[in-house]
């Protein structure tokens, strides 16, 4: 019956942690979703639940809901996480939610809504420890037991000086092993690493992970402590990049919830890159139009199009791929510009030797007529892959050196500027040798 | 003078973090690499400098220490990152190294040394606090205080019952915040999440990012407590991982330091899928070679054939992209698979549409002979991108499906299907239409 179906669902979810039930949630279809959403918001997880789920699915399901309800739920999480709920909804629903929360809260989550979304304000937890450097030991321990909610993982303890400017950090374990009567200011380490309010959310992740980190104070203008960032936020933050990342370098825009997306936003996000691409193509279509004469004299030209054009565009991905990434996790020195064009235009040389070496052989063999032939389709493929190997890797350089997202941009323009000089390059070995 | 600039650089050195200093050293010439390194080696930071570098630059440098010395450093450094360099040196010099240590690093090493590198057991620290589960609050605190060295950072701590078996979980907080009288089984958290030696480290990197952890213990065979894998590891897991998935996608295998190795091994990392890219190109010239008579009565169709293999090849690209980092991401549920491939189809149909139709339009004032070549070169441009989307997403569901590694083989395998398949489905559609 409805109502033992229901109590063995609502055992399940309490069981579930939220984390999983969202995983299982963007499975369901509209109705199922429904149906065990008002289950869920029975449980006293409802607010975990929420901030598990893709942006995408949370937003319809919330939109639905009484702003009180909202505000009760929102209430209860961790002010960053309601935060970015509030962020992500419609700005008249989110105003009826903030209205409906109590001042304290309202004003916990407004304070976060000032940073953008993508900075380290933006990412933090106001919800620390903090104790000041005058405190001893032993007082420290007691405002520790005292505290009555553990809202962020307790592990580093922050000192600060006067109104609250970050003076050192200590660990639980430091407090536990210093005896009870000495100053916090004594045992503390100083010059503790922090970041700005206003810094990058990626300059974040890069602090955390390149120290071995598991949170990093954020600081605002006056070096006054106003949050953490912790490290499973980062973790998060570093997932979310990757995605957009690949995305990026597949020319499919950005959204890191695409495959949640509808067929229309799929063809918004996706089309920009085909056109740069459609672009590429006609300008190819040109220039083989102009070599019309060239291509009635000997037609077996045509045949060896997709395969010049091809192995240039398949190591310029390459090229790009190693040197976008490259870029991205900071094993790219500006400095060895030269060093590293180089190194990939070997790379080209030796590989074009390799395949055009394949293909000159297949075509003297396969082609009686022209002679040279394999040494035109050979050599062309030397041209192609060794230029496009060195475009590939400049191109992402270049933008990276004018501080252009090298991710975006690198697809349009190696791959109209390959096509152009392949199908150029080729014809006009054609002509040179087979004295058209 | 000489002297005067060791001196600085040794300053500078000692006030540098380590990860920062193994940066640096990463873009220097093999003398300067020499050069700072005696002076690195007299300093206590170098076990963590040695443990900082690329594994292709820590190699290298290593090799000529005498096994004595490296004995010595390898003894001061937590046990998992020392089992990490000895596995990466060559056999004959890891054994001279570990005849060296003393007997019990010795052991705590080869401990580490028999499990797989990319396993739980190969990532996990066995420097790690542990309780019996029969202790009282206030002795967990002394022996808490008493550790004299804090290998790695004590934020849980883990409860065992018999002999060392897994039995629960406190935080120091919640050490601190009950009575000392109070045993720790009666405050543990049960049901703490654990994984095992074998379990492999994406896994791992999986359990702590989904339900945040920050750390996650490791039981044997008999769940007997053996270790505890750290986010600060699994953060480099997650980095390592999307690196090799980036190059996977491009074809340039999965060799995450392909940046600093030399031109040949780049040559021999990347020849294999510009092979599976060749073979297809050849098929696409078997293919027009045989439309041969068609080609010769309307020369104007070899214009087309990049555009209409390039934007196939692009938008598989696009669609193969998403899937594959759908699956890495766990974003795609195996039940969806027909949801996904009709959604892709759709988008490469409008897609085809929108450009196929940009095409003809070109085509059809572009050209005035024969007529219905707008028509031919939309449509085939239609068909390419439809088939492209639909084949690009069908491809890694399938090798998903038969747990073949997505990332890897999609490339391949999309590649030439599309390139046979585009320029087969031109010829055809031009036949047909132009009665050739």
Redesign the interface.
Same mark, same amino acid.
């Given at each position: 019956n409805r109502r033992g179906a229901t109590e063995n669902l609502l055992k399940l979810i309490t069981k579930t *942690?939220p984390?999983?039930t969202a /995983?299982v949630f963007? *499975?369901l279809s509209e109705l199922e979703r429904k149906e065990v959403f008002d289950i869920l918001a029975q449980t006293d997880q409802v607010g975990d639940f929420i901030s598990e789920l893709d942006e995408s699915v949370m937003v319809p399901l919330v939109e639905n809901l009484s702003p009180k309800f909202m505000a009760d739920v929102i209430s209860e999480m961790a002010s960053d996480d309601a935060a970015d709920i509030i962020e992500a909804l419609d700005d008249d629903f989110g105003a009826e939610i903030r209205s409906q929360m109590e001042q304290a809260d309202r004003e916990e989550v407004d304070e976060l809504l000032q940073y953008h979304p993508e900075s380290a304000g933006g990412l933090m937890s106001p919800d620390f420890m903090y104790l000041d450097e005058e405190l001893s030991v032993g007082e420290a321990?007691a405002k520790?037991?005292k505290r009555s909610e553990?809202k962020e993982?307790?592990?580093y303890l922050y000192i600060t000086f006067g109104d609250g400017k970050l003076a050192g950090v200590v660990?639980?374990?430091e407090l536990?092993?210093n005896p009870p009567h000495r100053q916090l200011k004594n045992i503390m380490k100083k010059n503790v690493l922090s970041v700005s309010t206003d810094t990058d959310r990626e300059e974040v992740a890069h602090v +955390?992970?390149?120290?071995?980190?598991?949170a990093v104070p954020v600081v605002d203008a006056s070096y006054t402590l106003v949050g953490i960032v912790t490290?499973?936020d980062?973790?998060?933050v570093?997932?979310e990049e990757?995605?957009e990342?690949?995305?990026q &370098?597949?020319?499919?825009g950005k959204d890191r919830e695409?495959?949640?997306k509808s067929?229309?936003e799929?063809?918004v996000l996706?089309?920009p /890159?085909?056109?740069a691409? /459609?672009i590429?193509?006609?300008m190819?279509?040109?220039i083989?139009?102009a070599f019309?004469e060239e291509?009635?004299k000997v037609?077996?030209l045509?045949?060896?199009?997709?395969?010049? &054009?091809?192995?240039g565009?398949?190591?310029a991905?390459?090229s790009?791929? +190693?040197v976008v990434?490259?870029i991205a996790?900071?094993?790219?020195?500006m400095?060895?510009f030269h060093k +590293?064009i180089f190194?990939e235009m070997?790379?080209g040389v030796?590989?074009g030797i390799?395949?055009g070496g394949?293909?000159g052989v297949?075509a003297y063999f396969g082609y009686a007529e022209p002679k040279l032939l394999g040494l035109v389709v050979g050599l062309s493929i030397f041209f192609s892959m060794a230029m496009a190997a060195t475009i590939g890797t400049v191109i992402p350089l270049i933008l990276k050196r004018f501080d252009i997202d090298a991710a975006i941009a690198t697809g349009p323009f190696v791959?109209t500027a390959i096509?152009i000089l392949g199908?150029l390059g080729y014809f006009m070995i054609a002509k040179f040798f087979l004295n058209l």
């Open positions: *942690h984390a999983d /995983w963007r *499975h321990i520790v037991q553990e993982m307790v592990f660990s639980l374990r536990l092993t +955390i992970s390149q120290y071995n980190l598991l490290v499973d980062i973790i998060d570093m997932r990757a995605t990342a690949f995305l &370098m597949a020319g499919a695409i495959l949640l067929t229309s799929n063809v996706r089309a /890159w085909l056109f691409s /459609w590429g193509g006609v190819a279509l040109f083989i139009g019309e291509l009635t037609l077996a045509a045949a060896f199009i997709p395969i010049i &054009m091809g192995m565009g398949n190591i991905t390459q790009s791929t +190693i990434r490259g996790t900071g094993r790219i020195n400095e060895d +590293i190194k070997r790379v030796i590989l390799l395949y394949f293909l297949l791959t096509d199908v």
